[in-house]
């Protein structure tokens, strides 16, 4: 089970830190990713990342702004977000995928098995 939470109203040039914490599962043994989707879209990869923590993956609309991380003592992932645009604004999934290879991060929801139930943020003025 995932809880996702860390989701607001922020106002543009603003930042958030989105938490997503696991339950019941082996975190350390999962790829992580943050997925987003905005009503009549599709569901966009937003960042992920390996097992280990050593590669990482950012869709380019949010390098440089966007971080990914764990903490597997905490069965815990984020994603500091800084610099928020409107065009951020959107649901945000935190998502765990079974993975063999230590190094590898995924970005297309198949490969995902474990769904956070969605942190809404909101970038306004």
């Known amino acids: 089970q995932l809880q996702a939470s860390g989701g607001g109203l922020v106002q543009p040039g603003g930042s958030l830190r989105l938490s997503c914490a696991a339950s019941?599962?082996?975190?350390?043994?999962?790829?992580v990713g943050w997925f987003r989707q905005v009503p009549g879209k599709e569901r966009e990869g937003v960042a992920a990342m390996s097992s280990t923590g050593g590669s990482t993956f950012y869709a380019d609309s949010v390098k440089s702004r966007f971080t990914i991380s764990r903490d597997d003592a905490k069965n815990t992932m984020y994603l500091q977000m800084s610099n928020l645009q409107p065009d951020d604004t959107a649901a945000y999934y935190c998502?765990?995928?079974?993975?063999?290879?230590?190094?590898?991060?995924?970005?297309?929801?198949?490969?995902?098995?474990?769904w956070g139930q969605g942190t809404l943020v909101t970038v306004s003025s």
């Open positions: 019941g599962i082996t975190f350390e043994e999962h790829a």
């Open positions: 998502a765990l995928g079974v993975t063999s290879d230590a190094r590898a991060y995924y970005t297309y929801e198949s490969a995902y098995h474990y």
